[in-house]
């Protein structure tokens, strides 16, 4: 509850680009390729230089933090809310036939 910001929908709209990651992550077809380069970075230290490795390491890092902010902000997070490609789907009630309505 601490972490919790007081603005937190103005802080959730500064967020934006954490929100597409932390859904974008997410996909199997993006975090795949993503996983080989930062376990293959591990491998390849003969050949890609130390500050090279330390930018690949460094974005699992903004990963972590994308989720974290995603979860804390989770109620404004357009993709989880509708009208942001999210899943949402709006129940309707049911039509009753004509010959049912009160009407
Ligand atoms: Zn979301």
């Not at 230290?45 to 902000?73: D, N």
């Given at each position: 509850?601490?972490?919790?910001?007081?603005?937190?929908?103005?802080?959730?709209?500064?967020?934006?680009?954490?929100?597409?990651?932390?859904?974008?992550?997410?996909?199997?077809?993006?975090?795949?390729?993503?996983?080989?380069?930062?376990?293959?970075?591990?491998?390849?230290?003969?050949?890609i230089t130390?500050w090279g490795w330390?930018a690949?390491?460094?974005?699992?890092?903004?990963?972590?933090?994308?989720?974290?902010?995603?979860?804390?902000?989770?109620?404004?997070?357009?993709?989880?809310?509708?009208?942001?490609?999210?899943?949402?789907?709006?129940?309707?009630?049911?039509?009753?036939?004509?010959?049912?309505?009160?009407?």
């Amino acid at each position: 509850m601490l972490s919790m910001p007081l603005n937190a929908a103005e802080r959730a709209s500064q967020y934006q680009l954490r929100f597409w990651l932390a859904h974008s992550a997410t996909d199997p077809r993006i975090i795949a390729p993503y996983l080989i380069v930062l376990i293959g970075s591990n491998f390849a230290i003969g050949i890609i230089t130390p500050w090279g490795w330390a930018a690949i390491q460094l974005t699992m890092v903004y990963l972590v933090l994308a989720y974290s902010t995603h979860r804390k902000l989770q109620p404004w997070c357009p993709w989880c809310s509708e009208g942001g490609g999210g899943s949402h789907v709006e129940d309707l009630p049911p039509v009753l036939p004509r010959d049912r309505q009160l009407v």
